[in-house]
């Protein structure tokens, strides 16, 4: 158990409709990061906030948007959604030592065992 | 990021040592090796991680070359339970995406 908590597990919705998931970060993690595995695809990068900013930006399509809330869960919105937004949803989080002054980490992420999207 | 570059599949024997390799000619001083599976999709595992010197840890040990050009990370044992997809990625550490290629699949055969 990694400590990061997706939900849904699975959800399934038809095209052009609009689904948030959910991702409550490991205790004391300020990073959340979002990934999404598609079949063709592998592993990519979407997005990343740190402290509720966003920080880097992947390959994340204009109909995606997220947010990270000052609780730090964080949540991801896919809108008009197609056919081939099916797909793995994973949420990440990562360390940032409490002393450090700064947002500076080991690099670890610690990944949910994510949200499975089928868009019928 | 500096990129890598793995071989697609490999086969171990349960019980023998798993040897991955990964090659990243372009890595830069400050960038680190990471080393994570994924499980038949769940989310990825953190395996280990290191700079310069060798590093092992419950699960693994990673060997990096004297160049940094190249890393091997080593399952010692290898249990059918290690069966998965092994990425390489290397970083600099802190706050940043992990950026995942393709991986190596190792399959554990009994």
């Known amino acids: 158990d990694s400590g990061v908590t997706q939900t849904p597990k699975h959800l399934i919705t038809a095209t052009g409709q609009r689904v948030t998931l959910r991702c409550s970060p490991r205790?004391?993690?300020?990073?959340v990061y979002w990934y999404q595995q598609s079949l063709d695809q592998g592993l990519q990068f979407l997005i990343q906030y740190y402290n509720g900013e966003e920080r880097a930006k992947g390959n994340i399509l204009e109909r995606f948007s997220a947010q990270q809330f000052p609780d730090l869960h964080s949540e991801l919105n896919l809108s008009s959604l197609e056919l081939g937004d099916s797909a793995l949803y994973f949420c990440?989080?990562?360390?940032?030592?409490?002393?450090?002054?700064?947002?500076f980490g080991t690099g670890e992420l610690f990944f949910g065992e994510g949200s499975r999207l089928t868009v019928l | 990021d500096a990129k890598t570059t793995q071989p697609p599949s490999m086969d171990c024997a349960e019980g023998r040592a798993a040897n991955l390799p990964c090659n990243h000619s372009t890595i830069s001083g400050n960038e680190y090796v990471y080393w994570y599976r994924q499980i038949h999709s769940q989310g990825p595992q953190y395996i280990i991680h290191?700079?310069?010197n060798n590093e092992t840890n419950e699960m693994a040990s990673l060997i990096i070359t004297e160049d940094r050009k190249s890393s091997t990370l080593i399952l010692p044992h290898a249990t059918l339970r290690d069966t998965a997809v092994y990425y390489c990625?290397?970083?600099?550490?802190?706050?940043?995406?992990?950026?995942f290629g393709k991986g190596t699949r190792l399959s554990v055969i009994a």
């Open positions: 990625i290397v970083k600099y550490s802190g706050n940043t995406p992990l950026v």
């Open positions: 205790s004391g993690d300020l990073s």
């Open positions: 990440a989080s990562s360390v940032v030592p409490a002393t450090s002054g700064r947002a």
């Open positions: 290191g700079l310069k």
